[in-house]
């Protein structure tokens, strides 16, 4: 990037004077999608109930990662009617993963491919109110220039990664003679209201939204820009758009609870590359895993539904252990960085600062009555998400202001005594150069 200096002519004192005051504004990492439309995670593998046996059913997960050599056939709706949007419409990078156990058939692979632009369900983008909970005789509708995000906060100095909010749309196949709008979902952080306000967690002790993140130098101890982040513990909700289901009025039908690990991967600032991973000891992913470490553990309920407590189990006793046949299958090759260097930044946008990879070998509790996804472990989560850094925000924290004003003026009057991230930070209009004429639109981010 090219940088001018001093101070354009055409940056008045006045214009200077206005860097004053702030406002706060988020800075989440926003879904990636884009890869394997409509095809499932995984190529088909047979899964068969232990102890009780009884037929092999397939499951369509396999290593759990789009893009991968381990390409999965086509997915379409099951159900009947005609869903809003068809089943991996986006190309989903991010996936719940949810075993089941289907009665008189056996077991099954729920898969909600998470992305893209989220949702309005009461079908008004002009009532100042967004409604995430279904209104009967209402068609949600998209919210435009929105994208499904996890908002995080990397504290690489502090050692710590915090989940502030999740925020997504998904699809699935639902299954015979289920309803078009359970193919369609929402998922938002515990304690999300109807209108999208926040209440805090319903199982704090589990909920603490933190985890750990370190740096990792690689195998060679020269790697930059990379970091591992470990026992990031949260609990999200996954909803239908479905307004006769029994719990259609809150959220919370579906509470999954995740213990992720992953990775976090900044682009060189000063040659606009990211690290090559491959070879790098990333290692492979999670999978097969399943988690035994939460089974027997009671957990409250959203809002007191079902009885306001759950008992974990270990897939459905006395016939299907899930322990006993985990999920997943073991990544081909064991690099994960290989596939991250391939498949994930090539398609990271060319303004975005970095990535993250996230998964989570969790459990959940279903509040529904459906008799196919019970109380258990098995409810597993990838995530593959770009950050999208606010316009302005120089010191990379996740809003615009006061430090962002002050990096700002220093980094246009001496751009030499700022680091060139923040540099390229300053090119607010995107232009090319760090210079007076991205003064206005550093106002504009900052009020």
């Known amino acids: 990037m090219h940088v001018r200096t001093p101070l354009a002519a055409g940056c008045c004192a006045a214009a200077i004077c206005l860097l004053l005051n702030s406002v706060t504004l988020a800075s989440p990492f926003e879904l990636m999608t884009g890869v394997d439309v409509q095809r499932y995670p995984g190529s088909?593998?047979?899964?068969?109930?232990?102890?009780?046996?009884?037929?092999?059913?397939?499951?369509?997960?396999?290593?759990?990662?789009?893009?991968?050599?381990?390409?999965?056939?086509?997915?379409?709706f099951q159900g009947t009617g005609t869903p809003l949007f068809p089943t991996?419409?986006?190309g989903a990078m991010s996936f719940i993963f949810r075993r089941g156990n289907i009665p008189f058939y056996g077991p099954f692979m729920g898969i909600e491919f998470l992305g893209g632009p989220l949702l309005d369900l009461d079908g008004d983008l002009n009532n100042g109110v967004r409604r995430l909970t279904p209104i009967p005789n209402t068609t949600p509708v998209v919210i435009p220039g929105t994208y499904s995000f996890i908002d995080l906060t990397l504290d690489v100095t502090g050692g710590t990664a915090t989940v502030?909010?999740?925020?997504?749309?998904?699809?699935?196949?639902?299954?015979?003679?289920?309803?078009?709008?359970?193919?369609?979902?929402?998922?938002?952080?515990?304690?999300?209201?109807?209108?999208?306000?926040?209440?805090?967690?319903?199982?704090?002790?589990?909920?603490?939204?933190?985890g750990d993140i370190t740096l990792f130098t690689g195998t060679g101890g020269g790697l930059n820009g990379v970091y591992r982040i470990d026992n990031l513990q949260f609990e999200f909700w996954n909803?239908?758009?479905?307004?006769?289901?029994g719990t259609a009025s809150t959220l919370g039908t579906l509470q999954q609870f995740v213990i992720a690990r992953g990775w976090y991967v900044r682009r060189d600032c000063q040659t606009g590359q990211f690290p090559t991973l491959s070879g790098q000891g990333l290692g492979s992913?999670?999978?097969?895993?399943?988690?035994?470490?939460?089974?027997?553990?009671?957990?409250?309920?959203?809002?007191?539904?079902?009885?306001?407590?759950?008992?974990?189990?270990?897939?459905?006793?006395?016939?299907?252990?899930?322990?006993?046949?985990?999920?997943?299958?073991?990544?081909?090759?064991?690099?994960?960085?290989?596939?991250?260097?391939?498949v994930v930044v090539p398609r990271v946008a060319a303004s975005s600062p970095g990535f993250v990879y996230l998964e989570s070998a969790g459990f959940g509790i279903n509040n529904s009555g459906d008799p196919v996804f019970g109380d258990t472990n098995g409810w597993d989560l990838v995530i593959v998400a770009?950050?999208?850094?606010?316009?302005?925000?120089?010191d990379g924290d996740g809003d615009v202001d006061d430090a962002d004003r002050l990096l700002f003026v220093?980094?246009?009057?001496?751009?030499?005594?700022?680091?060139?991230?923040?540099?390229?930070?300053?090119?607010?209009?995107?232009?090319?150069?760090?210079?007076?004429?991205?003064?206005?639109?550093f106002l504009a981010e900052l009020y």
């Open 44 to 76: 088909i593998r047979f899964v068969t109930p232990l102890p009780g046996g009884g037929t092999p059913r397939p499951m369509f997960d396999g290593d759990r990662l789009a893009g991968s050599a381990d390409t999965g056939p086509p997915v379409s």
């Open 88 to 90: 991996n419409h986006v």
């Open 164 to 210: 502030n909010n999740l925020d997504a749309t998904g699809t699935n196949e639902a299954g015979p003679n289920i309803q078009a709008a359970i193919a369609t979902t929402v998922s938002t952080i515990a304690g999300t209201t109807p209108t999208a306000g926040q209440v805090g967690p319903t199982n704090p002790g589990f909920d603490t939204r933190s």
């Open 239 to 245: 909803d239908s758009i479905d307004p006769n289901s």
């Open 285 to 342: 992913t999670r999978w097969p895993d399943i988690d035994t470490a939460h089974v027997g553990q009671i957990y409250n309920t959203a809002h007191g539904l079902a009885g306001g407590m759950a008992i974990i189990s270990d897939g459905v006793p006395p016939n299907d252990i899930y322990s006993m046949n985990p999920n997943g299958v073991a990544l081909a090759g064991g690099d994960l960085g290989a596939y991250l260097d391939t």
């Open 386 to 394: 770009q950050e999208r850094t606010a316009a302005g925000d120089l």
């Open 410 to 441: 220093q980094a246009l009057i001496d751009p030499s005594s700022v680091d060139a991230c923040v540099r390229a930070r300053a090119d607010v209009n995107g232009d090319g150069a760090s210079d007076g004429s991205d003064v206005q639109a």
